[in-house]
C-alpha cells in the first residue's frame, strides 16, 4: 500500500494537473483519505471521496479540513 500510495503521489504530481482545474475532484475507493489529501492540495475545487467502507469513509472524514 505504501507503493501504491507513492505511484497515486507521483500521477498527481506528473499528470493529473488539467484534472484538477476543474470544479470538483473524486477520488473513487477513497479508503482512509491519503490520496484525497493530496487531490486537495492541487484541486481548484472541492474533493469528493466514495469507497464501500463504511470504516474507511468514517477514517477519511477524520481527515477532512
Avoid at 507521483?10 to 475532484?25: G, N, Q
Avoid at 491519503?34 to 471521496?49: E, H
Amino acid at each position: 500500500s505504501d507503493l501504491l500510495f507513492r505511484f497515486w503521489k507521483v500521477l498527481l504530481e506528473t499528470k493529473a494537473s488539467k484534472i484538477l482545474s476543474r470544479s470538483l475532484c473524486v477520488d473513487l475507493g477513497c479508503g482512509t483519505g491519503l490520496g484525497a489529501q493530496q487531490i486537495r492540495k492541487r484541486c481548484k475545487g472541492k474533493v469528493v471521496g466514495f469507497d464501500l467502507s463504511p470504516r474507511m469513509l468514517k477514517e477519511a472524514h477524520k481527515k477532512k479540513g
